[in-house]
């Protein structure tokens, strides 16, 4: 399988730098990538539900988070991070949004083997397609974002609400984030409070990189 490499901006920042939506002071995620080649993997684990649902880690070093979401405007994506310390190991893991309460696993967006993701990278998954890609994906978003990312043919849903799982290659919930009906205004995303770790509010879209608190 060629190598591929996603150049997911992630940057340290000062300790009154704004981070995430909200004004950080301490703790700025670390610097990473995402990408194809060997390194230390995360294994198995789970976090909690909820809007705040998050975590896989090998050894409680890797921890994956659901971090923004976009459901207004033109596009529709999903965004992850690791916050953890060490390289996660995507291999086998996926994307879902649900069906009832629970994953729908058959609409699943699995990662390739070999894609890692970095401490302090960035994810993003380009959602509601109606012929999406399989594997990394140069044509992502029409304006800004990453150069390469993954596709999913599901959508989400602005105005009913939906919720966002990430799966264990053996389809267990590893983390999960709610998005409620209308959450946010046309343009906005729904993002993590600070990034990376917080509670979700509404924030400018920022593909790929710390969430930005909107006005």
Not at 2 to 16: D, I
Not at 129 to 154: I, K, R, V
Not at 169 to 196: C, F, H, K, L, M
């Amino acid at each position: 399988m060629a190598r591929m490499e996603f150049f997911l901006a992630s940057m340290f920042v000062a300790a009154t730098a704004v981070l995430g939506c909200s004004e950080a002071t301490e703790n700025p995620p670390p610097t990473g990538s995402a990408s194809s080649s060997s390194g230390q993997g995360g294994g198995g684990g789970s976090g909690g539900g909820g809007q705040g649902g998050a975590g896989a880690g090998g050894s409680g070093a890797a921890k994956i988070v659901i971090n923004e979401i976009a459901a207004t405007g033109a596009e529709e994506w999903i965004e992850i991070v690791n916050v953890g310390d060490a390289v996660m190991d995507l291999d086998g893991y996926g994307i879902a949004d649900q069906d009832g309460d629970v994953p729908k696993v058959a609409e699943a967006v699995r990662f390739e083997a070999g894609t890692k993701l970095s401490p302090g990278a960035y994810l993003v998954i380009v959602a509601g397609l109606d012929a999406p890609g399989s594997g990394p994906q140069s044509e992502c978003l029409a304006e800004g974002g990453p150069a390469t990312c993954y596709h999913a043919g599901f959508g989400i849903s602005a105005s009913n609400g939906d919720k966002i799982f990430f799966l264990s290659p053996s389809d267990a919930i590893v983390a999960e984030a709610e998005y409620p009906p209308a959450a946010v205004a046309d343009g906005q995303t729904y993002g993590r409070v600070p990034n990376g770790i917080g509670d979700f509010e509404a924030c400018e879209p920022t593909p790929g990189e710390a969430n930005t608190k909107a006005p």
